[in-house]
């Protein structure tokens, strides 16, 4: 069995990128570019990159540190259930992005109001340790609810923030499904800036990137959720 999802493979990844001269840029960075469609018409090559902390923060921290010391800097999307103040510190301090991963109208089950009062609550923890600029939607297939909705009712601005990752235009690529894209059933975004599109937008799962037995760990639990997702795809198809 080829081991591809492990940091030397992402390390691997992120030094193809640096040799092909493409400007690597954080989320919130893109949506400052964003104000000025000269700037980004005048730039090199680049990609955005993001990553979804959506369990074991502990591998965000190694992929961060990592990351840092090749001098690149990306975007952590951090869920409620994976704060850790430790490691979102650390990871602020080397220079990266920390934002919100939110899964509000999950949690609310549809009721906009409670999903408004979650939003704030959890923004407000978060930005108790770090600033937070950008948010991401939190994408779960056993749910009904699709919590890009949220924003369906509010502005970004409304809660002091620039702009939401669904909304970086590009050719998307994500691990999300491990190595087939059709396990992804929510995980698209809808980038709608005219004028504005990048190269490529990347969005990596640190929990997928292990060594060792952690590694195993991580593709049995792949292999279970892809199945459950084709149970769903072959349900919702009829």
């Known amino acids: 069995m080829a081991k591809d999802f492990t940091l030397a493979a992402y390390q691997e990844l992120i030094e193809s990128l640096m040799e092909a001269r493409y400007v690597i840029i954080m989320v919130e960075e893109y949506f400052k570019l964003r104000r000025s469609a000269t700037a980004l018409l005048s730039m090199p090559s680049f990609v955005v990159l ?20 090749m001098g690149v800097h990306s975007t952590y999307y951090f869920r409620k259930t994976t704060f850790n103040q430790h490691i979102i510190e650390n990871i602020h301090f080397w220079g990266h992005e920390v934002a919100y991963h939110y899964e509000v109208m999950d949690k609310a089950r549809g009721d906009i109001g409670l999903a408004h009062a ?17 948010c991401a939607a939190h994408g779960n297939p056993l749910t009904k609810h699709d919590n890009r909705e949220f924003f369906d009712y509010f502005d970004p ?40 599109m990048i190269d490529t937008y ?30 769903l795809r072959a349900r919702f198809a009829h």
Not at 53 to 65: C, F, I, K, S, T
Not at 118 to 134: D, G, H, M, Q, Y
Not at 202 to 228: K, M, S, T
Request: charged share 30%; net charge negative; aromatic share 14%.
């Open 50 to 69: 993001r990553h979804d902390v959506d369990r074991r923060p502990q591998n965000a921290l190694r992929m961060a540190y990592l990351e840092a010391a």
């Open 157 to 196: 601005e409304q809660f002091g923030l620039v702009g939401q990752a669904e909304k970086v235009g590009g050719e998307y690529i994500t691990d999300t499904g491990r190595e087939n894209p059709d396990y992804n059933l929510k995980d698209w975004p809808d980038g709608d800036g005219p004028g504005v």
């Open 118 to 134: 979650i939003f704030n609550s959890e923004l407000e923890i978060l930005r108790a340790w770090v600033p937070v600029k950008t």
């Open 202 to 231: 990347y969005n990596i799962h640190p929990e997928r990137w292990n060594d060792g037995l952690g590694w195993y760990r991580q593709w049995v639990f792949d292999w279970g959720c892809n199945l459950a997702k084709r149970c």
